[in-house]
């Protein structure tokens, strides 16, 4: 029998409604769970060492400050489909997003980014191994001249069911994972293989048409489990999202915006002894995300806007005698309102999508383990694929040399003053208002060549490393030592305008780090750092490039102190230096053609934990960011012109960040969180800023930058748990955002899930996110508007999960 989706849907709306709704009246059982870490079970599933940081089985690198882990146990209960979900309620962590799931390679503005007390300076991590490629310029290159991006869209890395933990480390409480780590690692910590053999089946479905499917099965094997494996799988697909517009409260679709993606993830763990282990990681995940570019403007979404927009951005402008004015078209929010409605096309009518491929092998050895101390050999080979197509057409298709200006002097030598002339010329020049008819933009997609049928560039990255670690307890002092060989290489294929470009770029480096946690006494904590890394030069088809090629070593200190009654404070200081990646050596300044240096600086953090009871723990963070040479992007005058210009300057960054924790009775638990961040930018004399800058009202750079993004972010955790009957409500507020980048001051989102355990084997759940269909935006574009990135409204998902 073929099994349809929508018999899917029907049979777990009937499963959700006979058990979920009805079933809340059962009898309530508290339960704690354990798990594995490694040689030792801890009681629990947020176990704290003596400084209250959360054990896991990669904590021994950390060396304290400002830690969140997100737990199994959370993902399965939340029902998270991404990590951008899983992490999104963290202080200080926010996600810049342009409301879609593709997204164009060299753009960073058109995919998922991520800051950390609102440094994009992220190294991103899989079971402690970094997973950014040094050639790559996917999100930092054509428009990022400057981006400080490490080039990974997080919800690419691996899928959500292999995941076990996800360690958020602000500041330089990871200074071993590297220099250039300035705002913050996040540690993905894969599932390892359960000691009895079970398995999963979790399907869901909902909202837009979206369908998941997932299927796990983990155990052990040999007469002594000596041999853990896990597998998993999944699937999760969408048509197109809808989405609230901030200008006028309606609900609209952003046509393009579909999206499949699937994965599988297998994990082998081969125990020799309890501290002799080989670890075998494969990794796959796939997607076709379509790229609708932007959201559509419903203030302005009808033929009579459509038409004034395309006809200003592709033709130009007319005087009082209807005669066209050379050179007049005009781009941009700022002088042609809801200029990105323009991009419609690219998504309805011609299907624009990216494709991504992902296929990542770890294999390590685990020769000895003191005080939790891995000592290991590592190779690993990451190979990522990309492609996309970006294909659309403003005005019919002319001869060679003539322009669409030619072809309207053509038509009207005297002018035209007619409106209705007028009209009627755009409807037979210029491309339909996608809100009208589709046949009408099918027969336009026709006439201008047809949908694209293959990708217009490909990028295909690739990463083989090798990594040594020692570690060694020597008295009061924990010693590790970390080498990794690093070799990356990037082949770039463009196809425009009949012309095809090739690019291939590599790259080799040489990371290293000794730490040594020195236990002065059962309370306090010291850890000097020195991390030394070398970046050899950029090959550039055959090519040795002229820049590049550096190496630096850089120190850190951090230290923790327990006042004994579960009073801590921590403190941290490390150097930083951030390398230019390959697409910054194209970015230069005036006439003078000034090349950009590294990225330095330093970053201070300060902290204080305390347990005011057994029920009730505050947190409080300080972070300074103080970078002698960061970078930055901004329209500068060049000569007489204005140009987007990457520069050096000296940025102070603050950040706060306060939390409180606590569980009001065993079935009500409840947390709450303040952030603040602010920048301070100070870029050398003589620069001039343009001034129609769209966040740059009063002509200085620090009120631009701050405009970027929401000054404050309060979270709200509040979870339920009694046995059978879970739940839990996030909530996001952010406020402090300016009207001339967003669509609003300050914006609340509600998330919140209902699970039921129909029996031991059996859940049946229920996970609404953007509860109250609130109009949000993360991210900004000068040049589209307030708005062109709206965030998903509100989505309802179904699921049931069994265990077998």
């Known amino acids: 029998m073929k099994i349809t989706n929508k018999r899917i849907s029907a049979a777990l709306l009937a499963c959700v409604a006979l058990t979920t709704f009805s079933g809340v009246h059962a009898a309530f059982d508290e339960h704690l769970d354990n798990y594995q870490l490694d040689t030792k079970v801890v009681k629990g599933d947020r176990s704290k060492d003596q400084f209250g940081n959360t054990v896991t089985e990669q904590s021994y690198y950390r060396t304290g400050g400002d830690v ?10 939340r029902h998270y489909s991404d990590l951008t979900e899983a992490i999104k309620r963290i202080p200080g962590v926010t996600f810049q997003n342009p409301g879609y799931r593709g997204g164009e390679y060299g753009f960073q503005f058109f ?15 899989v079971d402690g191994r970094r997973v950014d490629n040094a050639t790559s310029t996917r999100i930092s290159d054509e428009s990022g001249r400057g981006s400080k991006s490490t080039g990974v869209n997080l919800d690419q890395v691996t899928n959500i069911n292999a995941v076990d933990k996800i360690e958020v480390i602000k500041g330089p409480g990871a200074s071993a994972y590297g220099s250039d780590a300035t ?28 369908h998941e499917y997932n299927l796990t099965y983990s155990g052990s094997a040999g007469n002594d489990n000596s041999l853990h494996y896990f597998v998993g799988l999944n699937r999760v697909k969408s048509d197109d999202t809808k989405y609230r517009d901030g ?6 679709t952003l046509g393009g915006a579909r999206f499949d993606e699937r994965g599988a993830n297998v994990r082998i763990d081969k125990d020799f002894s309890d501290t002799q282990r080989l670890t075998i990681s494969i990794n796959h995940k796939q997607g076709k995300d379509g790229y609708p570019i932007s959201t559509p403007n419903l203030q302005y979404w009808n033929t009579k806007d459509w038409h004034r927009i395309i006809f200003s951005a592709d033709v130009g402008a007319l005087d009082e005698n ?6 007049s078209t005009t781009w941009g929010n700022a002088t042609n309102p809801g200029y990105h409605n323009l991009f419609a096309l690219d998504g309805l009518a011609y299907n624009s999508y990216s494709k991504f491929k992902n296929n990542d092998v770890d294999v390590k050895y685990t020769f000895d383990r003191q005080s939790d101390m891995e000592s290991f050999v590592r190779f690993y080979s990451q190979h990522h694929k990309y492609s996309s197509t970006d294909t659309y057409s403003w005005h019919l298709p002319l001869p060679e040399e003539k322009t669409i200006q030619d072809k309207f002097k053509e038509d009207f030598p005297t002018g035209v003053k007619d409106q209705s002339l007028l009209d009627d010329w755009i409807s037979k020049n210029l491309a339909p208002f996608p809100g009208d008819s589709k046949a009408a933009l099918e027969e336009w997609v026709e006439k201008t060549g047809g949908k694209a049928a293959a990708p217009t560039s490909y990028r295909n990255e690739k990463t083989r490393g090798m990594q040594v670690q020692v570690g060694r307890s ?6 590790l030592a970390n080498v990794t060989y690093d070799k990356a290489f990037n082949d770039a294929v463009s196809k425009r305008h009949g012309k095809v470009q090739k690019t291939v770029t590599k790259r080799t480096s040489l990371y290293g780090y000794v730490q040594d946690k020195i236990h002065v006494n059962d309370n306090f904590d010291i850890t000097p750092t020195l991390r030394f890394v070398k970046y050899g030069n950029y090959i550039v088809n055959g090519v040795k490039s002229q820049g590049g090629a550096s190496h630096v070593i850089t120190p850190a200190l951090n230290l923790q102190y327990s006042f004994g009654d579960h009073n801590t404070v921590y403190a941290g200081w490390t150097k930083v230096v951030r390398p230019l990646r390959s697409g910054d050596y194209t970015s230069t300044y005036g006439e003078f053609k000034t090349p950009l240096q590294d990225e330095k600086g330093n970053v201070y953090t300060i902290g204080y934990q305390k347990e005011l009871n057994k029920k009730t723990v505050v947190g409080l963070n300080y972070s300074l960011t103080d970078m002698s040479n960061a970078i930055a992007s901004f329209p500068i005058r060049v000569g007489n012109e204005f140009e987007s210009t990457a520069v050096n300057a000296k940025q102070k960054k603050t950040a706060f960040n306060v939390t409180v924790d606590h569980k009001i009775n065993k079935y009500w638990s409840v947390g709450a969180a303040y952030s603040h961040l602010k920048d301070k930018w100070g870029v050398k004399p003589g620069y001039v800023i343009k001034p129609e800058w769209g966040y740059n009202d009063s002509g200085d750079i620090n009120t631009g930058i701050n405009k970027l993004r929401p000054a404050n972010h309060y979270t709200l955790n509040v979870n339920y ?3 059978k009957v879970s739940s839990g409500l996030l909530v996001n507020y952010y406020t402090g955002s300016n009207i001339e980048a967003f669509t609003s001051k300050r914006f609340v989102i509600l998330d919140w899930n209902l699970n039921y355990d129909v029996n031991k084997d059996l859940t049946t759940y229920v996970a609404v996110t953007n509860l109250t269909n609130e109009a949000y935006e993360t991210t900004s574009n000068s040049n589209y508007g307030p708005g062109s990135s709206a965030m998903p409204a509100r989505q309802a998902m179904i699921g049931a999960k069994y265990k077998f």
Do not use: F, P, Y
């Not at 200008?247 to 609209?252: A, D, R």
């Not at 209807?322 to 050179?327: F, S």
């Open 68 to 77: 969140k882990v997100i737990t199994r146990d959370e993902i399965e209960k």
């Open 111 to 125: 995919n998922n980014g991520i800051s950390i007390n609102g440094d994009t300076r992220v190294i991103v991590l």
């Open 183 to 210: 705002g913050g690692v996040i540690n993905i910590i894969t599932r390892k293989g359960t000691e009895a053999n079970q398995g999963t089946i979790d399907l869901s479905t909902g909202s837009w048409k979206k």
């Open 247 to 252: 200008h006028t409260g309606e609900v609209g």
């Open 322 to 327: 209807g005669m066209l004015i050379d050179d």
């Open 474 to 479: 020597i008295g009061k002092h924990d010693l």
């Open 721 to 723: 748990d009694a046995g």
